[in-house]
């Protein structure tokens, strides 16, 4: 693994820097993850300035092993703030107290509260401010083993997906096509996790689902939402037979070494009727003109309010993402470690493409009682524009029987 953890902690200290912030505190997972190389449970500190320490509760053996950061015992959190004066001096000077309080910043977006009054608590003089923001921006650009890695899970998930198309068959439940889907992902490398940063939403492996089913909605943040299997997991597969006609979208993703693509391709037995097949193609239309527009510059809210244009010069502005209140408000998202990563297509998000970023663009349409048809491709922007990462075939996959 090539991986240069050095660079991402000296872009984060910039950021610091820049909104005088003195430390930054990292304690979720996957950030921990990008920061160290280590998934294991602990604070990870990062100084404006100077070397970062991760304080490590458990394991601590396996941190020391796989972190590319300084490691030591976290102790108790009692503890902890005479642990980081010895440790970051320079931030407890007496001038430096005196000038203005610590400026400590947290992952407010995903950070426990209860935790976040432990942090508190142990660091009585800091004054506290929201750094997540700053994490993201920092993990929104992507490294060349960053890439390499969700190029590599597009190869698994094009597998996945010639897997599926082959053994489809009319009658099929959903969730046994996506069983079928995840055994074959898992064969290939995938870790069986797709994760997301957002507040209570979740996900399998992504959507298999067929007709009406897919048109149902849900808490899910997307176009499709499926019936699932309960009421536990209310979203994507569940126990629907596949139908003749009936569009199958096949919405699935695929984690390796952490690292996600997203597509999106949709499938039927037969042939879809006149409207769906306008709809799908108006959807190709939509990537195929965005596309055009993918290089560094070009404002994120832009690209989304181009599509609008398109899905309502064609008609079909209703089912455009979704349908009635459920339609969400964006075009695609940013991937990597997490599938809602930055940027965000959507309105406000007036932030330009930077080479280096990773991003998903999923037009959809959703037809209630009938389905949902569309799809999704997982782009690099470049210095010259953009590579598909996706690799998988385009087009109505349509499976004669």
């Known amino acids: 693994m090539n991986v240069d953890y050095k660079s991402r902690q000296d872009r984060l200290q910039l950021k610091l820097s820049k909104n005088n912030i003195d430390a930054c505190i990292v304690t979720q997972n996957v950030d921990l993850y990008y920061f160290t190389g280590s998934m294991q449970t602990g604070f990870l500190v990062i100084p404006a300035v100077g070397e970062a320490i991760f304080f490590v509760r458990r394991s601590l053996v396996r941190a020391k092993q796989e972190s590319a950061i300084l490691v030591e015992a976290l102790g108790s959190l009692r503890d902890f703030e005479i642990r980081l004066q010895q440790r970051f001096s320079t931030l407890f000077t007496k001038a430096a107290l005196d000038e203005r309080k610590m400026m400590w910043a947290a992952e407010y977006d995903v950070l426990p509260v209860q935790l976040f009054h ?33 190029r590599e899970a597009a190869r698994v998930v094009d597998i996945a997906l010639e897997h599926a198309i082959a053994h ?9 096509l996506m069983s079928l889907i995840e055994t074959s ?16 939403q979740e996900m399998i492996t992504g959507m298999v689902v067929s007709g009406a089913a897919a048109a149902e909605p849900t808490y899910f943040d997307g176009p499709a939402g499926g019936q699932g299997l309960s009421p536990a997991s209310p979203q994507s597969s569940g126990r629907k037979r596949i139908a003749r006609n009936d569009p199958i979208l096949v919405d699935i993703g695929c984690s390796i070494d952490g690292y996600v693509i997203d597509q999106t391709r949709t499938l039927v037995i037969g042939g879809l009727d006149e409207q769906l097949t306008y709809a799908y193609k108006v959807s190709e239309n939509i990537l195929r003109s965005t596309e055009a527009l993918l290089r560094p510059g070009v404002l994120c809210e832009d690209l989304y309010l181009r599509a609008l244009e398109q899905a309502e010069k064609a008609g079909l502005s209703e089912h455009f993402m979704g349908y009635g209140a459920d339609q969400v408000k964006f075009l695609g998202h940013g991937i990597g470690l997490e599938i809602d990563e930055l940027p965000v297509l959507a309105k406000g998000f007036a932030i330009s493409l930077e080479a280096g970023m990773v991003i998903a663009i999923e037009p959809k349409f959703t037809f209630p009682g009938r389905g949902v048809v569309g799809i999704e491709n997982s782009y690099l922007i470049t210095d010259q524009g953009y ?15």
């Open 118 to 150: 432990r942090l508190q608590a142990a660091l009585p003089e800091a004054a506290w401010v929201d750094g997540s923001m700053l994490i993201r921006e920092t993990r929104m650009i992507k490294c060349d083993y960053e890439i390499g890695r969700i």
């Open 168 to 176: 489809v068959r009319e009658g099929m439940q959903e969730f046994a």
């Open 185 to 200: 992902l898992r064969q290939q490398g995938h870790l069986g996790i797709m994760r997301m940063r957002g507040y209570n």
């Open 387 to 401: 590579e598909k990462l996706t690799c998988s075939r385009e087009g109505i996959i349509q499976i004669q029987q």
